[in-house]
């Protein structure tokens, strides 16, 4: 079981969509949230909806759609810099936030450098590898 809940911050829908996602993939998660902003919201709005959704004294990994953006930034002015519970990565994507969902050790360095490394290297290049493909089926 996942020793700290996961919530998902992003412009407009993306959380969501991610969360349902993962769920298609893993099954039905507990502990895990989405929080998004929406067009109307001011950073303030956004900033009590996220408070809203941490709970206190519970180690929390914020994943946030984009580094520099409303929500990122919120979520670190929320968080400050004195919470040792709390840890904020930017630029999630759906094989983090699986990562995330089926880690059980707990919220430390450690893994949060596995999942920065795992999601960078998650994302490749494949176009070369098809136009090889192309090249030998010919």
Request: proline share 6%; aromatic share 2%.
């Amino acid at each position: 079981m996942r020793p700290f809940e996961v919530l998902i911050a992003s412009h407009g829908p993306l959380a969501s969509a991610l969360l349902a996602a993962a769920e298609m993939i893993c099954g039905s998660t507990q502990g895990v949230s989405a929080v998004s902003l929406q067009p109307e919201d001011s950073p303030e709005s956004f900033a009590d909806r996220l408070r809203q959704a941490l709970k206190p004294g519970t180690p929390t990994l914020i994943l946030s759609d984009l580094y520099g953006g409303t929500p990122h930034n919120v979520a670190c002015a929320v968080i400050g810099r004195d919470s040792n519970e709390v840890r904020c990565l930017a630029g999630v994507n759906l094989g983090l936030l699986i990562e995330a969902i089926t880690a059980t050790e707990p919220l430390d360095d450690e893994l949060v450098g596995r999942l920065v490394t795992s999601s960078r290297d998650a994302i490749v290049d494949v176009s070369g590898r098809l136009a090889a493909r192309k090249v030998t089926a010919s």
